[in-house]
Each structure stands twice: as structure tokens, then as C-alpha cells.
């Protein structure tokens, strides 16, 4: 039975594939990445382990949201850091592709909690070699 997230989340499959904001290289690159060169990019950089655990929170991460890496970091990102992703789309898309192994998911978002509304696409990635998780944010 196919389920509203196995929906969103093929949909989101499909678009990580033709218009992300990050190259194939550097999702490749990402967790070879120093801290500082994270914090260079031009988007908003969350590493998470399985369970959503922020494990790294890059600068532009920290001036979009108003929450600095340290008061992030060892926290959920979908319950304590951005509530607002505890969903479906978010969260739900979050879950299946670490349950499958295979994370590769881009939508367009709001992001609403502590902020004015911002309207951000969210690219969501698992790299296969080192199982580690990213949730790549730029704002539109």
C-alpha cells in the first residue's frame, strides 16, 4: 500500500536529480569537509546521525534559524531545533531513506518556528560510504 510519504517522498527523489543547489561533487565532498570550509558554503549545512541528532551546524544554518552550533549541536533537529519539520514531508522523508539506506530527497519548504515564514528548498542526503546524514538548507 502506498502511503502519502512514499509519495512525497519519490517526488522529492525525483527532483533531488534535477535541480538541486549542490553539486554531485559536493555531496560527494561533504563529509571530507573541515568545519571551516562548512561554514564557507552558501548554504545551510545539519549533520545528523539516524535518529535526527544534529552532530554539526554550519554558520548560514545559524543566522537563518537565530540558533548558534553550539546551542544546535546534540540536539533533534525535527523536536527541539525546527519543530516545524516533525511531519510527513520533512521528517517522514527523513526516516525512509535512512530506513532504506538511500537519502537523496529536494522540496521547497516554509520554515516557520521562531522565524517569519521563510521559504528555503531543503535538500536531504545520505552519503552511502561513511552513513552519515545531511540536511542542506538555502534560503529562496
Given at each position: 500500500m502506498t502511503t502519502v510519504t512514499d509519495t512525497l517522498f519519490d517526488r522529492a527523489t525525483q527532483m533531488a536529480q534535477t535541480?538541486?543547489?549542490?553539486?554531485?561533487?559536493?555531496?560527494?565532498?561533504?563529509?571530507?569537509?573541515?568545519r571551516g570550509e562548512l561554514d564557507a558554503q552558501d548554504y545551510g549545512v545539519v549533520k545528523v546521525d539516524d535518529n535526527g541528532t544534529i552532530q554539526l551546524y554550519?554558520?548560514?544554518e545559524?543566522?537563518?534559524?537565530?540558533?548558534e552550533p553550539v546551542a544546535a549541536?546534540?540536539?533533534?533537529f525535527f523536536t527541539q531545533i525546527a519543530p516545524c519539520t516533525n511531519n510527513?514531508?520533512?521528517?517522514?522523508?527523513?526516516?525512509?531513506?535512512?530506513?532504506?539506506?538511500r537519502l537523496n530527497v529536494l522540496f521547497p519548504y516554509t520554515f516557520t518556528y521562531r522565524m517569519r515564514p521563510t521559504n528555503v528548498k531543503v535538500h536531504m542526503h545520505r552519503d552511502a560510504a561513511t552513513r552519515t546524514n545531511w540536511v542542506l538548507v538555502k534560503k529562496q
Amino acid at each position: 500500500m502506498t502511503t502519502v510519504t512514499d509519495t512525497l517522498f519519490d517526488r522529492a527523489t525525483q527532483m533531488a536529480q534535477t535541480g538541486s543547489f549542490v553539486t554531485e561533487d559536493q555531496l560527494r565532498r561533504l563529509p571530507q569537509m573541515s568545519r571551516g570550509e562548512l561554514d564557507a558554503q552558501d548554504y545551510g549545512v545539519v549533520k545528523v546521525d539516524d535518529n535526527g541528532t544534529i552532530q554539526l551546524y554550519n554558520r548560514y544554518e545559524a543566522n537563518l534559524a537565530g540558533v548558534e552550533p553550539v546551542a544546535a549541536e546534540g540536539k533533534s533537529f525535527f523536536t527541539q531545533i525546527a519543530p516545524c519539520t516533525n511531519n510527513n514531508l520533512f521528517f517522514g522523508s527523513f526516516k525512509k531513506g535512512v530506513q532504506a539506506g538511500r537519502l537523496n530527497v529536494l522540496f521547497p519548504y516554509t520554515f516557520t518556528y521562531r522565524m517569519r515564514p521563510t521559504n528555503v528548498k531543503v535538500h536531504m542526503h545520505r552519503d552511502a560510504a561513511t552513513r552519515t546524514n545531511w540536511v542542506l538548507v538555502k534560503k529562496q
